[in-house]
């Protein structure tokens, strides 16, 4: 009598076959894989990535790029953006006392240039 299955080790253990699914349950670990080439992640498939360990407040979006390279957000590095964790805070606009239309466009336009000052709003096109 013979039997087939999907999953097998050939004689002498040299070769395992997974012709189903192999599943990994918490807790076991795997050795001997080469990490050395990373395979590349793409939105389809997980692939290897080498970064520093996250800290406790590192919470940035990230992408994989088109060259198969992971792409994070850059921190502002010019002294005269603010920063409260990640996110960008623009300069202070006073509460508005206009009294007249041409005041409240004058106090609005303001509030505009601070926000695209601090990159939270495109500049304008010229």
Request: glycine residues 10%; hydrophobic residues 40%; without cysteine.
């Amino acid at each position: 009598m013979s039997y087939n299955t999907k999953n097998y080790t050939e004689q002498g253990g040299e070769k395992t076959v997974i012709g189903g699914t192999l599943e990994i349950k918490e807790g076991a670990s795997v050795t001997g894989l080469s990490a050395n080439p990373l395979l590349v992640a793409t939105e389809e498939t997980l692939g290897g990535v080498k970064a520093a360990a996250a800290g406790e407040d590192d919470t940035v979006e990230v992408k994989i790029g088109e060259d198969g390279k992971l792409y994070a957000p850059t921190y502002p590095t010019d002294a005269t953006e603010s920063v409260s964790g990640l996110v960008k805070k623009a300069a202070n606009q006073a509460d508005s006392i206009a009294e007249d239309t041409a005041t409240l466009v004058t106090d609005f336009n303001a509030l505009l240039a601070k926000l695209k000052a601090a990159g939270l709003m495109a500049a304008d096109e010229e």
